[in-house]
């Protein structure tokens, strides 16, 4: 009888994909495939956070609703066997802030998910609470153990100079205004965080989850944010000078008209970002992936792009004055009226870029290079012919 029914269930789960009655029924009486489930959505939840690119990011996010909506969520017909495939994958009523974020990445977000739940104890931050994280010494190993799962968490302008919030799960707070200078916020979830004119000079939130979040504004000059997870955060006109960005993922993130001049970005993910605008002169890009990115008009004067994935990148009216761009990649980057005065471009793979008569080049001797490769294919505007026979990741002869 038990493999009869196994059976069934097996043939509803194929004609369902999960998304049928048929499925339900099998997630309800098989106590394996809640664990497969269970599974399935912890294995979304962490391609959502730690996505191989942004499309990665949405399509985990939209796969994860809808399972959650299959499994039943919200359903009352499903809503014991819900709760406790869900309580084992999110416990501490997580689940709530995780489809927040779920619909803020696939872009679904709705007014219902902005409303706050006075009602669950933990979703808004009392004064009294704010007051005793404030009292807080900076030296406190841990957060207090009401902190650790707050939702929606409201402390625009609270005064938490070198509080330590390590490990913290604060999805949508509000610190917008907040004084954290020094704040050790390594590790902490911040997912669709407001941290916007926020004080976070010399913090460290190496490791942070701020997929999503408002960091406009935002002073982090000095703030450790290696290996921080930003995917999609708003950064503009943001003070990052000097800060550590190392190993950081950037994709798709707004940077535009931010300070960065010094900071390490060493190994950085900035695929499809947007840094028009911005100031990176001396900054540290080596090795980073700008593929697709907006660098408009940016000012990148003495600094090292050595090793960088520049591909399809605008550079357009960019400063690359004294920059190093040894073993870059700029196919079919843009630099019209770009300067490059005393650049170095050994090994820069330059095959389709465009270019115009108002691009300055290193010197003299690169001019006519250029001007040799390439062809009009406009008034005043030239790209780098392909060299024929040669494979299109191969680097051009510019050596």
Not at 293 to 310: C, F, I, N, P, Y
């Amino acid at each position: 009888m038990h493999d009869s029914n196994n059976g069934r269930f097996d043939a509803l789960s194929e004609r369902s994909l999960l998304g049928t009655l048929g499925a339900r029924e099998r997630c309800r009486r098989s106590p394996s495939t809640r664990v497969q489930l269970f599974r399935q959505i912890v294995d979304l939840y962490n391609r959502m956070i730690h996505p191989s690119d942004p499309d990665d990011a949405v399509d985990a996010a939209r796969s994860l609703l809808r399972l959650l909506r299959d499994v039943g969520y919200r359903d009352a017909g499903y809503k014991e066997r819900a709760e406790r495939v869900l309580a084992e994958a999110f416990p501490s009523r997580e689940v709530e802030a995780v489809v927040r974020m779920a619909r803020t990445v696939s872009g679904q977000a709705s007014g219902d998910d902005r409303q706050q739940d006075d009602g669950t104890g933990s979703v808004h931050a009392s004064a009294a609470l704010i007051r005793q994280l404030q009292a807080r010494s900076p030296d406190v190993a841990k957060p207090p153990t009401d902190l650790a799962d707050l939702i929606a968490l409201n402390a625009t302008g609270a005064q938490l100079a070198g509080v330590d919030l390590c490990g913290a799960r604060l999805f949508d707070a509000d610190l917008s205004g907040a004084q954290l200078a020094g704040a050790n916020l390594s590790d902490t979830v911040l997912f669709g965080a407001d941290l916007s004119d926020t004080v976070l000079a010399g913090a460290d939130l190496c490791g942070a989850l701020l997929a999503g979040a408002d960091l406009s504004d935002t002073v982090l000059a000095g703030a450790d944010l290696s290996g921080a997870q930003l995917a999609g955060a708003d950064l503009t006109d943001t003070v990052l000078v000097g800060a550590d960005l190392c190993g950081a993922r950037l994709h798709g993130a707004d940077l535009s008209g931010a300070q960065l001049a010094g900071a390490d970005l060493t190994d950085t993910v900035l695929a499809g970002a947007d840094l028009s605008g911005a100031r990176l002169h001396g900054a540290d890009l080596s090795g980073a992936q700008l593929a697709g990115a907006d660098l408009t008009d940016t000012v990148l004067a003495g600094a090292d792009l050595s090793g960088a994935q520049l591909d399809r990148a605008a550079l357009v009216d960019a400063r690359l004055d004294g920059a190093n761009l040894t073993s870059a990649a700029l196919v079919d980057a843009r630099l019209d009226g770009a300067s490059l005065i005393g650049a170095q471009l050994d090994r820069a793979n330059l095959e389709g870029v465009q270019w115009s008569a108002g691009t300055r080049w290193p010197d003299a001797g690169w001019a006519r290079r250029m001007w040799d490769a390439s062809e009009e294919v406009s008034a005043g505007v030239f790209q780098v012919r392909p060299d024929p026979g040669r494979e299109r990741a191969d680097f051009p002869p510019f050596v």
